[in-house]
């Protein structure tokens, strides 16, 4: 079974998208996070990776 990681917007429900962490390490996953999710934060949203 592959290991699967989401990045994902609480407030809108948004998806930026599934990652495998066989090819994306947690500080790939947060380099990711900080660019897709720039936006939203600014906004006061709450991104997090799941």
Do not use: A, P
Request: include cysteine; glycine fraction near 6%; aromatic fraction near 16%.
């Amino acid at each position: 079974m592959m290991d699967l990681r989401e990045i994902f917007c609480n407030q809108c429900k948004k998806s930026f998208g599934v990652y495998n962490e066989k090819f994306f390490s947690e500080k790939n996953l947060e380099k990711l996070k900080n660019r897709y999710g720039s936006l939203h934060e600014f906004y006061g949203h709450d991104v997090i990776i799941r």
